[in-house]
């Protein structure tokens, strides 16, 4: 089975720009996870979709946004990008958000802002 | 969020045993116990989870005390790819699909 994918891989962009990162969970997985990464402040959740609906927000400005396909694939946009917001983005797919499942991530999109 | 409390780092040698403790005082009744480890320059991995009772995966197992306030993961024969940083993250029915990552303890396998 395949694993989790993530589109692009490594992603440079300008400050003020907007950025699109996308996700393909595990086949049969109905729940996506997003996450930031970066050296400061670690890994931290930024949001999580379940048939189509967003179901839990991480603390982040309105500028993060997601959304979440029929198929279950999901997409991340990141409007007006600033400097710190270069990290790593994981995604995680899960066959469901309930606690007793677990997550497994994808290799992540690298995003640096200049 | 109920908290976790790690070590920041152990020592092992490779092909013996680790236990790598994790408190959580604060758990409440239906929490689950998930384990992740991160090698480097790699996303997270999924390792164990358990409720109540002790667990065995082909990675590892998972030992719960019988209050809940505390586990342990054991990975039963380090090896060199074992070196990662190993989360304890407590998942809440009320806060779907969110892992709170604390900062972790960072296991060194020395051969």
């Known amino acids: 089975k395949a694993g989790v994918t993530q589109t692009p891989r490594y992603l440079i962009k300008t400050r003020g720009q907007q950025v699109t990162l996308s996700c393909s969970p595990i086949s049969g997985h109905r729940s996506v996870s997003w996450y930031q990464q970066t050296p400061g402040q670690g890994l931290q959740f930024l949001f999580e979709y379940f048939s189509e609906t967003q179901r839990n927000k991480g603390n982040f400005p309105g500028r993060f946004s997601g959304r979440q396909f029929s198929n279950s694939r999901s997409e991340m946009n990141v409007s007006t990008l600033e400097l710190g917001d270069s990290a790593l983005y994981l995604c995680a797919s899960s066959l469901s958000p309930d606690s007793y499942y677990e997550q497994y991530f994808g290799p992540g999109t690298r995003l640096t802002v200049t | ?111």
Request: net charge neutral.
């Open chain 2, 1 to 111: 969020d109920a908290k976790t409390t790690q070590p920041n780092s152990m020592e092992s040698n490779e092909e013996e045993p680790v236990h790598l403790p994790c408190n959580h005082s604060t758990i409440s009744g239906t929490d689950y116990i998930h384990w992740y480890r991160q090698l480097p320059s790699q996303g997270p991995e999924y390792v164990i989870h358990g409720l109540t009772s002790n667990v065995n995966n082909r990675m590892a197992s998972l030992a719960i005390a019988e209050d809940r306030k505390s586990s342990t993961l054991i990975l039963h024969r380090a090896t060199l790819r074992d070196a990662a940083v190993y989360y304890c993250i407590l998942l809440s029915s009320s806060n779907t699909g969110k892992l709170i990552f604390g900062q972790g303890t960072t296991l060194q396998v020395k051969p």
